[in-house]
């Protein structure tokens, strides 16, 4: 049935924080919208009016519409403090910084780099992402309970991996993951953001000199021996896997442990039986959906009839990925965390499209080891605090815990 136009129906406005209720379900206003209306006219702070898109089905189809543009410069922003990026965010992108370009700038970054994150060259790294975290719990054994487990943990597994990958070095990890922090955090006004990204883009590119003087065996090596870039593009690229590869697998991990601490039958399901693990993965990923403010957004190219309204030309679109994962139409009874759901690897929490999640691969192989390793080593696991005491990350892009203390 053909709904109405909904020029006339009144804006929202995001909701951006989470179920006081359960900090690991979203906004409950989101998922209101969901239910009412799965294509809502959403009111943006500089006064545009674009749209919220909360339903799985909408969501799925708009993600993968090249008619509609990842361009910063034809977006607005959902949020007070727009998510910053190289060269501004209302500018067309840097070179080099794909994630806000459209086919075909969009294809060339993208092909010369899905090359470096194959499930074979995924499956050369394994040994080593395996003992990175051997090393970080014997470390964490070592120093004794308790624990903060993002600090201990979480945090530095991934930032390692990434550093390893790429050839930055990790010894540099304090500077950069403050950096990193004062991006994604919302509390930071923008021009602050902004001299991070600044001091981050002018680090990596006095590193990609180096290394375009004394070659090296490592991702960024790779890209210079192809040749064909400069080198604001490689220091580009080099800021978004860095960052990109670090913070979020870093939330999942802490957000996921802290979820399955407060799932205690879940945990012991898992315990009990190490092949449910790639599921439990995903089954995280959807219920927990870090990626949580404002991202994915994009702007339409022309006008596009979907879900019985009109995007016009222009008019900018925001998916809201925590109730788009929990879309009963897609995940019966999606507020409870079931490790072995069924087609639980169907959620959205890595994107859609073509601008679907670069690093996937990796991160789940971060998740799959970085899980086990950490419940097999400390089979008495449990938070040092009481639950509601955990810090969590509601105004950061992404979503996780400030800290974790645990102990054994
Ligand atoms: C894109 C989530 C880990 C690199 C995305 C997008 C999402 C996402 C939702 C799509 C954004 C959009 O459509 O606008 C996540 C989550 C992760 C994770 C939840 C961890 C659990 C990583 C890692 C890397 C990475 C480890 C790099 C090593 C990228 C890049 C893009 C991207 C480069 C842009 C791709 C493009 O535009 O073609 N990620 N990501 N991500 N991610 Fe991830």
Same mark, same amino acid.
């Given at each position: 049935q053909r709904r109405r136009p909904v020029s006339d129906e009144r804006p929202v406005t995001l909701p951006t924080r989470r179920d006081p209720r359960c900090p690991f379900a979203p906004p409950p206003e989101l998922e209101r919208q969901r239910a009412a209306r799965?294509? *809502?006219r959403l009111a943006f702070p500089d006064g545009h009016a674009g749209w919220l898109v909360t339903g799985y089905d909408l969501a799925r189809a708009i993600l993968a519409d090249p008619r509609f543009s990842a361009r910063p410069e034809l977006r607005h922003s959902p949020l007070a403090r727009p998510n910053v990026r190289p060269g501004g965010h209302d500018r067309p992108p840097a070179p080099?910084?794909?994630p806000s370009m459209d086919p075909p700038g969009h294809t060339r970054y993208r092909r010369l780099l899905t090359g470096q994150f194959t499930v $074979? $060259?995924?499956r050369r790294l394994e040994p080593s992402v395996t003992e990175i975290v051997a090393d970080r719990l014997d470390a964490m054994a070592a120093a /004794?309970?308790?624990a903060d487990l993002v600090a201990a943990f979480a945090l530095p597994v991934p930032s390692l991996?990434?550093?390893e990958l790429l050839g930055v070095p990790y010894a540099d990890h304090a500077f950069f993951e403050a950096q990193t922090l004062v991006i994604v955090d919302m509390d930071h006004d923008e021009a602050r953001a902004m001299s991070a990204m600044g001091a981050l883009s002018g680090y990596?590119? !006095?590193?990609?000199? $180096?290394k375009r003087a004394e070659p090296a065996d490592d991702l960024l090596g790779d890209l210079i021996a192809d040749g064909d870039l400069t080198d604001e593009e490689l220091a580009n690229i080099a800021l978004l896997l860095l960052v990109a590869g670090h913070e979020t697998t870093a939330n999942m991990l802490s957000l /996921?442990?802290? *979820?399955?601490? $407060?799932?205690? !039958?879940? &945990? *012991? *399901? &898992?315990?009990a039986d190490a092949t449910l693990t790639d599921n439990a993965v995903e089954e995280l990923m959807r219920y927990l959906t870090i990626v949580h403010l404002g991202v994915p957004s994009r702007a339409a190219l022309e006008d596009v009839e979907i879900g019985g309204s009109v995007i016009r030309a222009g008019e900018t679109v925001v998916v809201g990925l925590p109730a788009v994962n929990r879309d009963p139409g897609r995940f019966p009874d999606p507020g409870t965390l079931r490790l072995d759901r069924a087609g639980a690897g169907r959620h959205l929490a890595f994107g859609h499209g073509v601008h679907q999640c670069l690093g996937q691969l990796l991160a789940r192989m971060e998740l799959r080891i970085g899980f086990r390793a950490l419940f097999e080593r400390f089979p008495a696991l449990r938070l040092a605090v009481p639950a509601q005491e955990v810090p969590l990350r509601e105004n950061a892009l992404v979503y996780g815990a400030w800290r974790l203390p645990v102990t054994w």
């Open positions: 799965p294509l *809502a080099g910084w794909f $074979r $060259r995924m /004794g309970p308790p991996v990434i550093c990596l590119g !006095d590193l990609v000199r $180096r /996921g442990v802290y *979820a399955l601490l $407060r799932h205690p !039958d879940q &945990l *012991a *399901a &898992l315990r």
